[in-house]
């Protein structure tokens, strides 16, 4: 266990230290000027030859200024860990989940949409496998457009969604949840390929043998052997759907939610704000993974693959 969480400690301290290290000369011009307007006195003197020098130059020339200032502006270029850290406990911890304020609102608003979206996503993403599988047809024409679907960006093609839904009658839930399904449904399907085409040929040629049906020869062997790709795919699309949730939130001026949490930092400049949002929906898309590497275990050990 040591021998695991030993390296994983050691990189996110190392990527810590980088990260108060980059909010100096990032913060450092803004540093300066809150400096000046205390009334502290500042070199260089004149603005253009603050200008000139630049942020980097400033934390040589006003080290105990600039440093002391970068890690507690209140709209930091970058925010500091310890500030990100703590907005992350007020608006979790501190405030009510009830309230408006709290990420754990605005993250089980968008929760919503991610869980309807990859499970659409997913039952898509299976259903076009067992086809492309099965059928010729269907691995030569569906499965080019699967891939060329994902390279339209997903910020360009969400506005869409949102706009032709809505002039059919059709809001909230359902359009962030397409947007997701429409994000989580390429792994699933690519995943589940691999996985229906891993049973051997010897294995086929026993079933064909038995005289097994296609379908049978699916619930019996192609079905078990693909469960390993499945979950592997499963955590992919989670991620993947929490994403488009989050993206279709932004379109629509959305006032609840983490896409609307990153709206409003934006907005007002609150850069605190977007990093904690930030960091609350990668917790999110963690816990969502956990529990889909939760259900594989149990899976694989009930059927005696792991």
């Not at 040929?201 to 078990?224: E, F, G, K, Q, Y």
Request: net charge positive.
């Amino acid at each position: 266990m040591a021998g695991v969480t030993l390296p994983i400690l050691v990189i996110v301290a190392a990527l810590v230290a980088l990260w108060y290290a980059a909010c100096v000369p990032m913060n450092a011009q803004q540093s300066v000027l809150e400096a000046e307007r205390a009334g502290q006195t500042v070199t260089p003197a004149t603005a253009a030859e603050r200008r000139e020098m630049g942020g980097l130059a400033l934390t040589v020339a006003n080290p105990t200024t600039t440093v002391a200032g970068a890690f507690a502006q209140d709209r930091p270029r970058l925010p500091a860990p310890h500030q990100v850290v703590a907005e992350l406990w007020d608006t979790t911890i501190g405030k009510k989940i009830t309230s408006k304020r709290s990420l754990v609102f605005h993250a089980g608003i968008t929760l919503g949409p991610t869980l309807l979206g990859f499970v659409i996503g997913s039952l898509a993403g299976i259903a076009l496998a067992v086809g492309i599988v099965h059928s010729r047809v269907m691995d030569l024409s569906v499965m080019p457009w699967a891939i060329a679907s994902q390279t339209i960006p997903i910020l360009a093609i969400a506005p869409m969604i949102i706009v032709v839904l809505n002039s059919v009658g059709i809001q909230g839930l359902l359009p962030k949840a397409i947007i997701s399904a429409y994000l989580s449904f390429f792994p699933v399907t690519v995943g589940m390929v691999k996985g229906l085409r891993a049973p051997s040929p010897a294995d086929l040629d026993l079933m064909r043998t038995w005289n097994a049906s296609a379908t049978r020869t699916l619930v019996s062997l192609r079905l078990p052997s693909s469960l390993p790709y499945l979950f592997a795919s499963l955590k992919i699309a989670v991620a993947a759907a929490l994403v488009g949730a989050i993206i279709g939130e932004l379109p629509t001026g959305a006032v609840r939610g983490l896409g609307a949490r990153l709206l409003a930092g934006s907005y007002y400049g609150q850069t605190i704000q977007i990093w904690s949002a930030l960091f609350g929906a990668a917790i999110v898309a963690a816990v969502l993974v956990a529990v889909i590497a939760a259900v594989e275990r149990l899976t694989l050990r009930r059927m005696g693959l792991a």
